[in-house]
C-alpha cells in the first residue's frame, strides 16, 4: 500500500474510490461498501440508543408507579390530611377514612412473622454456611428452603385456610380466647414460613464469606466450633444477617393474597394477636374493586403509597448493607 | 460438670450444633406438609375432564378449570413477550455501562421495582391502562405481570453478562463487527444459559401472582380467547373459589392448586437443573 505524507497528513494514493479500477462496477461496488458501513454505524448508534433509552424505562416505570400513586391518593390526602394515619376508625359508609388498623395490623403480624421466622432462617444460614456447606444432604436443604419462596402463595392462603386456621382455632380454646381461626396470629404463621428463604439464603452467602483465616484462628486459640460461631462468624456477618432479615420483613409487608385469605378481614382495630384483622395489602386486595366513592378509592391508593414507600425504604437499606457487605 | 470446663464447652458446641440442625431442618417440614396436603387434595380431582371443561355453577358437579389453563397460558405468554425483550436489553445495558450515571439509576429502579409489593403494581395496572381502555382485561393482567417479571430477568441477564471475560467482547470488535453485532452474535449467545435461567425463573414467579391480577384480568367464569377482555387464570380462579363457602368449588380450587404448584415447581426445578448443566451462577 503506497502512503505518502503531505502538510502533516497520511494520504493513500490506493484509495479503492479514487485509483483502483474505475469502471462503473467496481465504483458501484465500491459505494455498496461504503453505504453498507455507514448502515451498520447507523444501526449501531440507534442500537445503542435504544439501549440507553430502555435503560431509562426502568427508571421511568419506578417514577411513574410513584407518580401515579401520589397523585390518585391526592383526592385522599386533601381530604382527610395527615389524620388519616392514625385516624382508628374505618367506615367507608360513613365516610370515615382512618388507616391506623390496617397500618397496626400489618405491622403486628410482620414483626410477629418475622420473630418467629428468624431462628429457623438463621439456622438454615449457619448449618448450610458454616457447618455443612457441601454434599447432598445440604443440597436438598437449599433447594427445599429455596422452592418454599417458590410455592405461590395464593396456595399458601389456600392451605393455611384448611390446615392451619382450625389448628390456631383449637389453640385459642386452649387458651380461652375467642375461637375465630382467622386472625393475625394465623396471617402471622403462614408468613413466618414464606419469608425464611430470603434471609436464610442471604444469610447462608454471608457467613460463607467469612475469611477463613478469622475462623482458623479463633480454633487455633482453642475455641470450639460454636465458639467460633459465636464470636467470629455472627459478628462478622450482623450486617448481612439483618439486610437479610430487613429484605424479608419487606416480602412480609408486601405480601396480599395468603394473608387476605387468612386475617378474617375486619377493619376494627387489632385487641390482641389473635384479632382478626387487616393489613394494608389485604384491605386494599378486599375493597378496591367495590370502592364506590371517589375519597374511599383514594384512600385505598393512599394505603397502597404507604406500603410502597415503607416496602422501597426498607429494600433499600437492605441493598445498601448487601453492597457494602459485599465490597469490602 | 462445671462452667467453663472444658467438657461443658464441648459438650455446649454438640448442644448447639443439634439445636440448629434440628431448627434448620424444621423448615423442611411445613412445605412438605403443603406438597402432601394439596397432592392429597387435588390428585383425586384431576381427570381429563377436569382440564377441558370450564366450572359449572354451584350445585352440579363436576366441572373444571380449562378457562383459568387457557388464561394462564395466554396472559404469561403476552406478558413474556413484552418482558423479556425489554429485560434482556436493560441487562445489556447495565452491563455494557457499568459506570454511567443512568446505569445507577436505572440498577438502583430495577432493585426497587423487584420489591414493590404485587399489589401496588395491581392498583399502577388499574390506572394505567383498566381506567383508560374503560374495563377490565386480559393484556392489563399481562402487563401487570411484565412489570414484575422485569427485574428478574434485567437482574439475571446483567449478572450474567457481567461474568463473561470482556476479551470474548474486544475480539469481536477488533474482527471491525459493530456493537449490536457483538451483542447478538456473540455475547447473548454466549450469556443464553443464564439469561434462559433467567427468564424462567421469573415466569415461575409470576405464574402463581394473583394480587395483580385482581383488579386488572379480574376473572371470567366463562373461556374466553379476547385479550381485551376480562379472563380467568389458575391463581385467580384459586382464590375466588377457596375463598367461597361450597364444598364443590372448594374441590376445583384444590384441583387447580395441584396443577398450579406442578407447574411452578416443575419451573424451579427445570431451572434448577440447567443451571447446574450449564454450571450458571445465579
Redesign the interface.
Known sequence: MDTSVENGAVTRSDHPLRVINSTPEAIAKAQRRVQRSFR??R??SV??Q???I??????V?????LL??VV?SLPSIKALGPKFLWGKVWDPVQDIYGGLPFLLGTLISSFLALIISI??????A???GE?YPKGWLPDF?K??????A??????????G???LVPIVRNLETHIGVAPIGQGIFASSLILA?MI?PYA?SLGRSMIQMVPSQLKEAAYGLGA????V?RSVVLPYTKSGLFAGIL?SL?RA?????AVT?VIGNTSLMPTNIFAPGNTM?SV??NE??EADKPVYLSAL?EL?LV??LV??V???IG?KIIDRFTND | MEIGSVKYRIGKNYGFKALVTIFAFACVIPLLFILFFILRQGITKINWHFLVNVPKPVGETGGGVANALVGSILIIFFSSLIAIPIGIMAGIYLSENRKSRLAYWTRLCTDILQGVPSIVIGIVAYFWIVKPLGGFSALSGSIALAIMMLPIVVRSTEETLKLLPSSLQEAAFALGMPFHRVIFKVVVPVGISGILSGVMLSIARITGETAPLLFTAFGNPYLSFNVTKPMQSLPLLIFNYATSPYDDWKDLAWGASLILLMWVLLLNIFTKLITRKWKVQL
Open positions: 451498520q454505524i444501526t449501531e442500537f445503542r435504544s439501549l440507553m430502555i435503560g431509562l424505562l426502568m427508571v416505570l419506578v417514577l411513574g408507579i401515579t400513586l390518585q431462628p429457623f432462617s438463621l439456622a438454615v449457619i448449618w448450610l457447618y436443604l433447594n427445599t428452603v429455596e422452592l418454599i417458590a410455592v405461590p402463595s395464593v396456595i399458601y392462603g389456600f392451605w385456610l384448611a390446615v414460613i425464611i436464610a470450639t466450633r460454636w465458639e460461631i429484605l419487606g409487608l408486601g405480601e396480599t393474597m385469605m395489602a386494599i386486595a378496591f374493586t391508593i397502597g406500603l410502597f416496602t422501597v426498607i429494600n433499600l441493598k
